[in-house]
């Protein structure tokens, strides 16, 4: 019996230079003769030498995008090294304790300095071509202009010059001058590439740029004119839509990455990351003097972006980093992102107040301003009151449509609602970016005033499928309104499916299918209550296995075929109608009695 034991001793913490000594004593059972048994284990720790630090970026980049040897410090992580500048100063925090310091040079107290000499990881120029015109005729000219600039700044002009050639049917001609000529004898919609290219010196890797020419009577536009289909040009002459092609992709959609067209850059399928929209707080209202502007969101790690001008908010507008003062009436929308993973937008309208004035004690008089105490609506631009409001719905002919900004005066007095149900106009009362509500005032049967409000409200989510839409805390608007919900033209042909909470989970309440602006009418919305809406390409309808949005014959004829196994449908999920975990034709038959009664 081999009577040996093995000890294997783990230090999770660090020790200091110098001799240490561990011991272990046995106090476990199954090895009796050990019992009461200990044992001593001896080593020593040297001193680390310090080594000279070493560092390498790529060329254009700042210090503090450096490799550098672990345990140093920049002293200007700031600096950018170029190829004239490339020695810089790193500092290290030493011990005697811990570290070899006999001999050492360049020691101030614990702070070690080095000068460090940075080798540089070779940068690919960004190349950029433009041609002018961008289509045209043979025999006309084509101006060529090119940029060649390092990535990662833009003070970098030392990229190495560019040798430009164009394609045109197979054959490569070298343009001298910045300019060619269209060649004859091409046929109509050649496209004829023209490509710069950079040689690879010691910063830089070869780099290429490339842009079209088409050859046309068309003056094709340099942009593309996109659909969910595909992307084609148009003459910016005549108004003529070019040739159709289909969307290529550049790879499925991940959860901060969306899956776009290698070629127009549409966006096939938006990222998948349920981004929370933005929360403006306050969420609007009026004030007087100043007012302190925060905004936050419920996604970790969230990168929120806003304007203050009421135009659409992307990437590019202002990053938010904190609370902010605004001191005029003011519209502010804010947009979250996680990648290219993206929040609806969220608005809130301020107005300010202004303040009364008094007499001064020269006895002069002086006419007090007059508070304007509530946000005013707008019709067509125009600021005005809800009593104008009325003048001018009154003037309007029977049965016509008109948009109400209502800038944050949520609250519609009877009279207004009086004139809209009288004289059967269709208003749309535009909350913010996102929500408008639609009445039409043929169906308003018993006038009164309307509460137009809705807050954000607090469900969970993460069970439902598709990306988060809207959650809102409606009042009840106490006069029959559709809720329109605007969402990004990309989610166009999708459907809008919305649920209620109901004894603490949320219940399928419709779905709607979005139009090719992106909008989406949910009916029912009016009553009081939660609201959440999930944009999906399924519909959460349930039997809904065709995916058209509507519960008709078709599915049960479609839940038939998926039985026998003919087909799964659209929308297999859906299947399931009665909710027994089985797709058979006890749900066919239960969708049918369902359309005989409704």
């Known amino acids: 019996m081999d009577k040996t034991l093995k000890v294997r001793i783990e230090i999770t913490y660090p020790l200091n230079a110098g001799k240490h000594t561990i011991s272990v004593k046995y106090v476990g059972s199954g090895f009796d003769y050990l019992a009461g048994e200990s044992a001593e284990c001896a080593f020593t720790i040297s001193k680390a030498i310090i080594t000279d630090p070493e560092a390498s970026v790529e060329y254009g980049k700042a210090l503090k995008d450096a490799e550098?040897?672990?345990?140093?410090?920049?002293?200007?992580?700031?600096?950018?090294?170029?190829?004239?500048?490339?020695?810089?100063?790193?500092?290290?925090?030493?011990?005697?304790?811990?570290?070899?310091?006999?001999?050492?040079?360049?020691?101030?107290g614990n702070k070690l300095t080095r000068?460090?000499?940075?080798?540089f990881k070779k940068a690919v120029p960004a190349v950029t071509v433009t041609t002018d015109p961008f289509s045209a005729l043979p025999g006309t000219k084509i101006t060529v202009s090119v940029s060649a600039v390092n990535p990662n700044n833009a003070k970098f002009s030392d990229v190495p010059a560019?040798?430009?050639?164009?394609?045109?049917?197979?054959?490569?001609?070298?343009?001298?001058?910045g300019s060619f000529v269209i060649p004859d004898g091409l046929e109509e919609e050649t496209v004829i590439t023209v490509t710069a290219k950079t040689e690879e010196n010691e910063f830089y890797k070869a780099g290429n740029g490339s842009a079209e020419v088409i050859v046309s009577a068309h003056k094709w536009s340099r942009e593309w004119k996109t659909d969910k289909d595909g992307h084609w040009r148009e003459c910016t002459d005549c108004g003529i839509a070019?040739?159709?092609?289909?969307?290529?992709?550049?790879?499925?959609?991940?959860?901060?990455t969306a899956e776009k067209c290698t070629v127009c850059g549409y966006v096939i399928t938006p990222a998948l990351k349920v981004v929370e929209a933005p929360v403006i707080t306050p969420d609007g209202g009026s004030f007087t003097g100043s007012q302190t502007v925060t905004i936050t969101c419920a996604t970790d790690g969230a990168a929120i972006h806003y304007t203050t001008d009421g135009?659409?908010?992307?990437?590019?507008?202002?990053?938010?980093?904190?609370?902010?003062?605004?001191?005029?009436?003011?519209?502010i929308k804010?947009?979250?992102?996680?990648?290219?993973?993206?929040?609806?937008?969220?608005?809130?309208?301020?107005?300010?107040?202004?303040?009364?004035?008094?007499?001064?004690?020269?006895?002069?008089?002086?006419?007090?301003?007059?508070?304007?105490?509530?946000?005013?609506?707008?019709?067509d631009g125009k600021s005005m009151s809800w009593a104008e409001i009325s003048v001018e719905l009154a003037k309007r002919q029977d049965g016509s449509t008109v948009k109400i900004m209502l800038n944050g005066a949520y609250e519609v007095p009877a009279d207004v609602i009086r004139v809209i149900a009288g004289k059967k106009l269709h208003i749309e009362f535009v909350a913010d970016s996102i929500k408008s509500w639609l009445t039409d005032g043929a169906k308003i049967s018993a006038v009164t005033a309307?509460?137009?409000?809705?807050?954000?409200?607090?469900?969970?989510?993460?069970?439902?499928?598709?990306?988060?839409?809207?959650?809102?805390?409606?009042?009840?608007?106490?006069?029959?309104?559709?809720?329109?919900?605007?969402?990004?033209?990309?989610?166009?042909?999708?459907?809008?499916?919305?649920?209620?909470?109901?004894?603490?989970?949320?219940?399928?309440?419709g779905c709607a299918k979005l139009g090719a602006d992106g909008a989406a009418i949910i009916p029912g919305a009016d009553s009081a209550g939660e609201y959440v809406v999930m944009v999906c390409e399924f519909s959460d309808m349930p039997g809904d296995i065709n995916n058209d949005g509507v519960l008709n014959a078709l599915d049960a004829s479609a839940v038939l075929k998926c039985v026998v196994g003919i087909s799964q449908g659209a929308n297999p999920l859906m299947g399931d109608f009665n909710k027994d975990g089985t797709v058979n034709a006890i749900d066919a038959s239960d969708i049918l009695k369902w359309i005989i009664r409704s």
């Open 115 to 119: 000068e460090v000499e940075v080798s």
């Open 334 to 379: 804010a947009v979250a992102f996680v990648g290219e993973a993206e929040s609806s937008v969220t608005s809130a309208a301020f107005t300010r107040k202004a303040q009364s004035g008094g007499s001064g004690g020269s006895g002069a008089s002086v006419r007090p301003t007059r508070p304007d105490t509530e946000p005013r609506p707008s019709i």
């Open 242 to 256: 070019g040739e159709k092609s289909a969307h290529i992709s550049g790879g499925a959609a991940t959860e901060t």
């Open 450 to 509: 309307a509460d137009l409000s809705a807050i954000p409200g607090s469900a969970d989510r993460s069970a439902l499928r598709g990306i988060s839409g809207a959650d809102l805390r409606v009042s009840g608007t106490k006069i029959p309104a559709d809720l329109k919900l605007s969402f990004r033209k990309e989610f166009a042909g999708q459907f809008a499916n919305v649920y209620k909470p109901a004894n603490g989970k949320l219940v399928f309440h």
């Open 162 to 177: 560019a040798e430009l050639f164009y394609t045109a049917g197979g054959t490569g001609t070298a343009i001298t001058d």
């Open 68 to 108: 550098l040897t672990e345990g140093w410090e920049w002293t200007n992580s700031s600096a950018v090294p170029n190829s004239k500048s490339r020695k810089f100063k790193a500092v290290m925090t030493v011990d005697d304790e811990n570290y070899d310091l006999s001999g050492i040079k360049g020691l101030n």
């Open 311 to 331: 135009t659409e908010p992307t990437a590019s507008s202002t990053k938010y980093s904190g609370g902010f003062t605004i001191t005029a009436t003011t519209t």
